[in-house]
């Protein structure tokens, strides 16, 4: 097909502090079309499936926009001649009409055929638009994400974080993405690694914004995945799809041995055993779609339901899932007149799970078999969405959307909150050997903490509008924006099971020093933990307001200048808010030169700013009441039974408190001075048609974090600082046990210096805190080429040359699978950082894509998608050395912190410093997924039947080492002999069947 595009996009001047540009449709819903008539002349568009029609008046120079429409099939007539476009969401068509003199072309745009990044001379963005068409000939997965990553510049985030298949744009980490449905933001910001969820077959199109999006766009680092739902039309039409993925089409997973010989002797054989689990599932949707009064009411509704089992088995435990919990969608569409539109989308996708625990009889291990139930619950995510939009076309020149929208999910909610055994505490004897932990008590295994009774579900609610409008002036085309919304996270307080943690050991035949106090040999004594989190409801309050313009400045040049305005609040579960950030000026600029004035070859350039919001889960860690209180005490036995001493003896060393379950004051939680957390982004690229069917691009992006901000949770270099300016009052326990700070910079912070109780804003010098600024940038190169399908075949592939570096990935940290953004360990201490800058966990050197869809015969199909890429750096990890003389107070908080520092631990005990990647990478993985469809002429070519095979040659390619070098204790370590062996590979071949009928 040729595709010629041309959707509006303007370039802004040059400054070097600012960043990049974005593109013309609002929250990327809708497209548009626009182009050149006779001067003055009048141009009629007709949506093919609702029959809706405008008429507008071309300007004097014959350039005309339809702007903010729905994705699909128009028709364009102007002077007597007729154009059949199809509009792709967040992208605009360009049409020209043949006047009788000759002085305009006619561009012939085929709506039929697929393409994925066509030359849209009108847009300065890095965009790639999906179809259901496209992804339905595809061997992809049947979730967002999945189809996200055939874009260029985007790599598949760690297996440990959110759902394991989240993608991670440009250097970005997984959690700094933003996902839309039908404009409405419904990014997870309780944690900000998932979205709500929807029927898969219920997708008409996504959109990939990789970079460069424009001032309409915000709170987001990474990149952003819009989804447009499909809606009815004038001609009913209905169909289902059933979907099967047995478990016998999957080959077995792999077992990863243990090579410390001491834990293999007391049966723990494997790191990771997997050969024994099994998956299977089946979804089926039926949907129907038509007019509920012709040319006036739409509608389209979707049901899903089907039932999928799991069963996965560990050494001594294992546990059965099974999941039947149906979802829907209904979209209605009211064309109140043919310049009034008005829309509701609604979306029902609680999930509803059964989760069964086991426990397998004394001494048999890795046994494959379910054992004795421990727990029989049910968990629940998800909820209800709607949204409803409202469009007017006031004039030929404005247009005016309105959007208000409101979620509501709960999060791993599980009946029955308490089990069985609720009323023992968490115990273990480990003085046999101190890195070793047995099971004793009568503490049920599968729960470790107990929930607030009285606090009801964790929920996730946002509230949300947008008002957003577009004004044609002559070669201007002006847009404006406001956005509000307002997130609330509830969160119920736990304490642990039976309301504490015993740890039981024995020294050996020397002494060890524990809790800062020598005990003898052959001593018997226990450490015991009290941790407590409090019950409430956290807010995150975000607004924005942005102007824009995209200028025409010639035929073939295109001016870009937006600016964005954003602001936004935390808020503790008292209403009080901890955190404000004002007046965040995100500026966007680009511009488009169509070269040849042919769209047939662009070059196109952006700079912008981005920022990104504070996730709920810092209120809840931060604001909310937790605490951690450490205890060592002499015993005489244990009660095996109970899990308790027999006898708790004389109490040794320090109590240690970390935190308290009172709020703390909120002016103590953050520095006054904040910067929040942003990016600037910088894009300079070009795309050439080489013929009729192929096109290739090449494109840079360098990526900078110019402000991070972290949770810093270390209180010796305020002690010293008090000490240095005289004031002997001060009393570091009375501080947060946290602080949101800029790493790297001079603390400013509401502090009880003379211990009155009314903390005074102080400054404290970055020096007395050891801490380096916050660094993280990308650097890549894309190249991708394309051929639309215009004969039943096209093809799509990308290489990408890229290198991520610096000290923090970002809002989560993979390497240690910590899912807490804004507050990961990457900052507590000094001592994490030392060794921490190289190349981050989402480095990937070289990464080659390559999918695509040919039409075999008149009846098949074949698909292919296939993806080479080298591997991601390898680390060492070990305990911070404790004995570093600056830790002060800090030492026995950091004694809590596992193997999760650069100092690395030899095989002869002797501790190192290492660097972030001093190991090397993991192997380079190859993928090949391949997919055959039927689609017999028999059934009029309704019916279809599709296979899938995914990694067809059953690569088993490392795609993760063991990375600790040290087990035990911060106090007592011992090396890992498991250090760098594999611990995690590729899935393994599988297999999935589809059947679908259309009527």
Not at 289 to 307: E, N, S, T
Not at 547 to 564: H, M, P, Q
């Amino acid at each position: 097909m040729k595709l010629n595009m041309h959707l509006k996009r303007s370039a802004l001047s040059v400054a070097l502090t600012l960043c990049f540009a974005g593109t013309l449709q609002a929250q990327s819903a809708v497209g548009s079309v626009f182009g050149q008539t006779a001067a003055n002349g009048t141009v009629t568009i007709e949506n093919l499936g609702t029959g809706t029609k405008r008429d507008i008046n071309a300007a004097a120079d014959g350039r005309f926009t339809f702007s903010q429409l729905a994705p699909g099939n128009y028709r364009v007539t102007s002077n007597g001649v007729t154009r059949d476009v199809s509009v792709k969401v967040g992208t605009g068509t360009q049409v020209s009409f043949a006047q009788a003199s000759g002085t305009f072309d006619a561009i012939t745009v085929s709506a039929d055929a697929v393409r994925i990044n066509p030359i849209d001379v009108s847009s300065v963005e890095s965009t790639s638009v999906f179809s259901a068409e496209a992804i339905n000939k595809l061997p992809v997965g049947r979730e967002i994400s999945s189809v996200a990553l055939l874009a260029p510049g985007t790599v598949r985030g760690d297996s440990g974080l959110g759902s394991g298949n989240l993608a991670a744009f440009s250097g970005a980490s997984v959690a700094e993405n933003g996902y839309y449905i039908n404009g409405f933001d419904v990014t997870n910001m309780r944690n900000q690694l998932s979205y709500a969820d929807l029927p898969f077959d219920a997708i008409a199109e996504e959109q990939v914004k990789t970079g460069g999006y424009g001032a309409e766009y915000g709170r987001s680092l990474g990149g952003v995945i819009s989804l447009v739902t499909k809606r009815g039309s004038n001609q009913w039409k209905g169909g289902a799809t059933m979907v099967y993925s047995p478990s016998w089409g999957r080959e077995k997973g792999r077992d990863v041995d243990n090579a410390n010989a001491d834990e293999v002797a007391t049966g723990v054989k494997y790191l990771a055993y997997r050969s024994d689990n099994r998956a299977n599932s089946w979804t089926a949707d039926i949907w129907g779609a038509g007019p509920i009064i012709k040319d006036k009411l739409f509608a389209f509704v979707m049901l899903q339901g089907g039932r999928s089992t799991s069963d996965s088995y560990g050494r001594t435990t294992s546990n059965h899932i099974e999941d039947s919990s149906p979802s829907g969608l209904v979209k209605l569409d009211w064309n109140i007149t043919d310049s009034h539109i008005l829309e509701f989308t609604g979306i029902y996708n609680r999930n509803k799970y059964n989760l069964v625990e086991y426990q397998n009889p004394a001494g048999a291990n890795y046994t494959g078999q379910h054992g004795t139930v421990t727990a029989d619950r049910d968990i629940e995510n998800g909820g209800k969405i709607g949204i409803l939009k409202y469009t007017g076309y006031f004039t030929d020149n404005f247009t005016l959307s309105a959007q208000a929208g409101w979620l509501r999910s709960v999060s791993g909610y599980a009946t029955p909150e308490s089990l069985p055994g609720g009323n023992c505490p968490r115990a273990f004897d480990s003085r046999a050997n101190p890195n070793t932990t047995t099971y004793i008590g009568c503490w049920n295994q599968s729960q470790t903490f107990i929930r607030d009774t009285k606090a009801g579900p964790d929920q996730d609610t946002r509230r949300a509008f947008r008002i957003d409008g577009e004004w044609v002036l002559g070669d201007h085309t002006l847009r404006f924006g406001v956005d509000d919304e307002k997130y609330t996270s509830t969160h119920a307080g736990q304490v642990y099971t039976g309301g504490e943690y015993w740890r039981h050991y024995r020294t050996g035949a020397t002494s060890r020093t524990v809790n800062g106090v020598v005990v003898a040999p052959n001593t018997n004594y226990a450490r015991r933990w009290d941790s407590r989190t409090t019950t409430g409801s956290y807010d995150v309050k975000n607004s924005a307001y942005y102007l824009e313009d995209s200028w025409k400045v010639t035929d073939s040049l295109l001016l870009y200048i937006g600016l964005r305005n954003e602001a936004f609040s935390n808020f503790n579960s008292d209403g009080e808010k901890f955190i404000e950030a004002k007046d965040l000026v995100a500026p966007r600029l680009g511009f488009s030169w169509d070269v040849m004035g042919d769209s047939t070859f662009k070059v196109f350039g952006n700079a912008g700013r981005y920022y990104i919001p504070i996730a709920t889960n810092t209120n809840i860690r931060a604001s909310g009441g937790e605490v951690l209180i450490e205890d060592f005490y002499y015993t005489t036995g244990v009660d095996t039974a109970t899990g308790l001493p027999t006898a708790v003896g004389a109490h040794f060393g320090p109590t240690n408190v970390n935190g308290s379950l009172a709020a703390p004051d909120p002016r103590t939680l953050t520095v006054t001075d904040l910067k929040p957390m942003y990016q600037d982004e910088f894009i300079l690229g070009f795309q050439k048609q080489l013929n009729n069917n192929w096109t290739m691009g090449v494109k840079g992006i360098y990526r900078e974090i110019k402000s991070g901000m972290d949770d810093f949770c270390s209180h010796q270099g305020f002690v010293d600082w008090a000490r240095d300016k005289g004031y002997t009052n001060f009393d570091y326990t009375e501080m947060a046990g946290c602080i949101t700070i800029n790493p790297g910079r001079d603390i400013q912070l509401a502090i009880d210096v003379d211990g009155s109780g009314n903390p005074t804003v102080q400054t404290v010098p970055a020096r007395y805190f050891n801490l380096p600024e916050y660094r993280r940038h990308y650097k890549g190169l894309e190249f991708s080429f394309e051929r639309s399908a215009n004969d039943g075949f096209y093809f799509n592939g990308s290489y990408t040359y890229s290198m991520s570096k610096g000290n923090a990935e970002g809002l989560v940290n993979s390497t240690l699978e910590q899912e807490d953004p804004g507050a990961t360990q990457d900052f507590d201490n000094f001592l994490f950082e030392d060794g921490a800058f190289g190349y981050l966990p989402n480095d990937r050197r070289h990464v080659l894509k390559l999918f695509g869809s040919m039409k075999v015969g008149q009846d098949w199909n074949v698909g292919l998608n296939m993806l080479i890429q080298s591997g991601r750096p390898v680390n060492c990890q070990g305990y911070i050395p404790l004995t570093d003389p600056r830790l002060g107070v800090d030492r026995s908080g950091l004694a809590a912190y596992g193997p999760s520092s650069f100092y690395c631990l030899a095989p002869n005990g002797s501790r190192y410093l290492s660097n972030r990647g001093a190991y090397g990478r993991t192997p380079w993985l190859k993928t090949l997924n391949l997919g055959v469809s039927y689609i017999p002429s028999w059934a009029d070519k309704k019916l279809s039947f599709k296979l899938d095979v995914f990694n067809l040659l059953n690569s088993n390619g490392v795609t993760e080492y063991w990375e600790t070098t040290a087990r035990g204790s911060s106090a007592s370590p011992v090396y890992d002999n498991n250090f760098l062996h594999p611990v995690n590979y590729q899935a393994p071949r599988s297999l999935r069947f589809m059947a679908s009928y259309e009527f």
